[in-house]
């Protein structure tokens, strides 16, 4: 296993909290501050910026993915530590915003722009209850406003995300946002198990 992996980062966490998946997502993932944070600024503060230039109320903003746990849940990713190269992912939850998305959406996969692969990918979030921006957002009415955002969230967070990539991804409501982040705890709980970190 690559050292450089958050797998018994994960495990020991996971393991101190009872080994409960949704409590665990409730625990890390929607309280508190992240572990990649500085510690000099206030997280509740960078989410109200982010709310308030999205146009969403600061309580539909959640920072996910490694910034938040330290680690990333994504076995793709080999569960890496979050390093100055990773990604912020920003989750916001906003049922106006999804359906509005999803209608544009609709227009957007009718369209030959994206390869059938990349179609089937955007189909199965929305299905989900999700839609990630990363691959739509220039093409959405809200887009160009949301890219430019994405430097003022960087920059007001220093020098150490200076290298950082925001993504957003949108969620209908605050259970899709949940069982997905769920799903995510599941598979890392199972790979962990199937690597051996449970006895480690």
Same mark, same amino acid.
């Given at each position: 296993?690559?050292?450089?992996?958050?797998?018994?980062?994960?495990?020991?966490?996971?393991?101190?909290?009872?080994?409960?998946?949704?409590?665990?997502?409730?625990?890390?993932?929607?309280?508190?501050?992240?572990?990649?944070?500085?510690?000099?600024?206030?997280?509740?503060?960078?989410?109200?910026?982010?709310?308030?230039?999205?146009?969403?109320?600061?309580?539909?903003?959640?920072?996910?993915?490694?910034?938040?746990?330290?680690?990333?849940?994504? %076995?793709?990713?080999? +569960?890496?530590?979050?390093? $100055?190269? &990773?990604?912020?992912?920003?989750?916001?939850?906003?049922? @106006?915003? =999804?359906?509005?998305?999803?209608?544009?959406?609709?227009?957007?996969?009718?369209?030959?722009?994206?390869?059938?692969?990349?179609?089937?990918?955007?189909?199965?979030?929305?299905?989900?209850?999700?839609?990630?921006?990363?691959?739509?957002? %220039?093409?959405?009415? +809200?887009?160009?406003?949301? $890219?430019? &955002?994405?430097?003022?969230?960087?920059?007001?967070?220093? @020098?150490? =995300?200076?290298?950082?990539?925001?993504?957003?991804?949108?969620?209908?409501?605050?259970?899709?946002?949940?069982?997905?982040?769920?799903?995510?705890?599941?598979?890392?709980?199972?790979?962990?198990?199937?690597?051996?970190?449970?006895?480690?």
């Amino acid at each position: 296993m690559n050292d450089a992996s958050g797998l018994p980062e994960f495990w020991k966490e996971f393991s101190s909290l009872g080994r409960e998946v949704d409590f665990f997502v409730t625990a890390r993932l929607f309280d508190g501050t992240p572990a990649a944070w500085p510690q000099e600024l206030s997280y509740i503060r960078w989410r109200h910026l982010v709310a308030t230039e999205l146009g969403v109320d600061p309580m539909a903003v959640q920072l996910v993915g490694s910034a938040r746990l330290g680690y990333s849940l994504n %076995p793709k990713k080999n +569960f890496r530590k979050f390093h $100055s190269g &990773s990604d912020l992912d920003i989750a916001v939850i906003s049922p @106006e915003l =999804f359906d509005r998305a999803w209608r544009e959406l609709r227009r957007i996969i009718a369209e030959k722009i994206f390869p059938n692969r990349t179609k089937d990918y955007l189909r199965k979030l929305v299905f989900e209850e999700c839609i990630a921006l990363d691959i739509v957002l %220039p093409r959405l009415s +809200f887009g160009e406003q949301w $890219s430019r &955002s994405r430097d003022i969230f960087i920059q007001d967070l220093g @020098e150490t =995300f200076s290298n950082c990539e925001v993504n957003y991804r949108l969620y209908r409501n605050h259970g899709s946002l949940r069982n997905y982040q769920v799903k995510s705890v599941n598979i890392a709980r199972d790979r962990a198990i199937e690597e051996g970190v449970d006895h480690g």
